[in-house]
């Protein structure tokens, strides 16, 4: 008995000793919560990656949706849903397909403080179902697990700014090509068609944005509006119409204008003709530190080959029923408009035609015209064929706009100011939003 009993012990001890098969044992016993952590870490990841995958979609297609969208009234019109759930399906998410929904609505304010009533939204919203967490007991709701991205956009139109644009329709803007012609730096608008023809028909102009049609002028930019008349407000700063007869008159060789005089019945300084206006030689300008107006009533000003300049702010305006440019015109102009630091109304101006002239129909620059010009050039009802050199006043700073009816030029015609001074010279630019830029904000 004693020795069984010894046999028993001994056994007991034998086993307690040996370590041969304990992994295992403990391998059967934790093998339900290994398999829970590794499906956990396995389902789980499949599930991030494919919110990752989920949200990338969305960011695109919120994006498609919010810049290819049309009509004033979106809600009116679903092109802005057919856009982002095109993207969306791109990604391998199509609405209603493979248990995946594709929602894309407008407006959304999600994000009230950047949205404000403007914002497109893309919710994905896709069902897959549970395997491996069953394991641990997690079953989803009613063995499926729901994953949802969703990305938040607003549109916001930004502007072109201008130093051509052509308030006319029909054929607004034409050029006729020719390696002369230099637009590099400027770009161009017009209310109507944009023509180009022939060698560097385009005149290397930056851009040529055109709300009528687009006749081989690159790179061209499609408007959906016309601009309004950004100058015409001006107006009312006009000094009246008073002359009693417009008799011509020729200003001899030599002549200084004073133009620090006050204009009768204004409260602005200048000097004012009644009808046209032809100069027998180089002519110059002397005017009040602040500016100071030459007026022109029911005529045109011809430079006859001769230079008008003033060292001191100058702005020539045509007013009454009808007057401008003259037509075939060469000489030099040489000055400036007033600058943002006078106390002028007319500041940033340096030619102002009255825009409810109704007589000029045709008024054109001839091919030796120098524009040596600061500030703003407004003739509205001007037909303008352009050519000659643009550049800034001697004593002015770097910024040219015109501003004209139509504009035509026949192979000549150098642009050399840019706009890097604009705002110094009291010039708000011209400018139109021409396209949209989508901002992510969610």
């Known amino acids: 008995m004693g020795t069984i009993r010894q046999r028993v012990w001994r056994w007991i001890g034998h086993y307690g000793r040996d370590r041969r098969g304990n992994i295992s044992a403990m391998v059967a016993l934790l093998i339900v919560p290994l398999v829970g952590v590794m499906g956990i870490a396995t389902e789980t990841g499949n599930w991030y990656l494919m919110e990752r995958s989920m949200q990338n979609a969305a960011d695109s297609a919120v994006i498609a949706a919010a810049t290819n969208a049309t009509g004033t009234q979106p809600a009116a019109n679903q092109t802005y849903v057919k856009e982002g759930r095109a993207v969306a399906t791109k990604f391998g998410y199509t609405n209603g397909a493979s248990n995946a929904t594709v929602t894309v609505t407008y407006p959304d304010n999600t994000v009230p403080s950047k949205c ?81 023809n022939g060698n560097n028909s385009s005149g290397n102009a930056n851009s040529i944005t055109y709300v009528g049609q687009n006749k081989g002028c690159t790179p061209g930019v499609s408007a959906s509006s016309a601009l309004a008349d950004p100058y015409s407000g001006q107006a009312s700063n006009l000094p009246p119409a008073n002359c009693g007869s417009y008799a011509p008159t020729t200003i001899p060789a030599g002549t200084a204008i004073n133009a620090n005089v006050a204009l009768s019945g204004t409260t602005f300084t200048g000097k004012k003709y009644c009808g046209n206006v032809t100069l027998g030689g180089d002519v110059t300008v002397s005017t009040d530190p602040n500016g100071s107006l030459l007026v022109i009533e029911n005529g045109f000003l011809d430079l006859a080959g001769h230079t008008l300049s003033s060292t001191t702010p100058l702005t020539i305006v045509f007013t009454g029923t009808s007057g401008g440019l003259s037509s075939s015109m060469s000489g030099t102009f040489n000055f400036s408009g007033p600058t943002a630091s006078s106390t002028s109304v007319w500041a940033g101006f340096s030619i102002y035609q009255a825009p409810t002239l109704t007589s000029v129909t045709s008024a054109a620059s001839g091919n030796s015209l120098t524009w040596d010009i600061s500030g703003i050039i407004y003739l509205p009802v001007t037909d303008l064929q352009f050519s000659g050199v643009v550049d800034k006043a001697a004593n002015g700073l770097d910024c040219f706009v015109l501003v004209d009816k139509t504009f035509q030029s026949n192979g000549t015609g150098t642009i050399l100011e840019h706009q890097s001074q604009c705002a110094q010279q009291g010039v708000v630019l011209p400018s139109l939003n021409t396209f949209v830029r989508t901002t992510l904000i969610y």
């Open 116 to 196: 404000a009533n403007a914002c497109y939204a893309v919710t994905i919203t896709k069902t897959v179902p549970v395997f491996l967490t069953r394991i641990v007991g997690y079953t989803g709701t009613g063995g499926s697990q729901t994953l949802i991205a969703k990305a938040v956009a607003v549109p916001q139109n930004v502007p072109t700014s201008y130093c051509l644009v052509s308030l006319g329709s029909g054929d607004g803007y034409h050029i006729n090509g020719g390696p002369s012609v230099d637009l590099s730096g400027c770009n161009v608008l017009t209310n109507g068609d944009a023509t180009c």
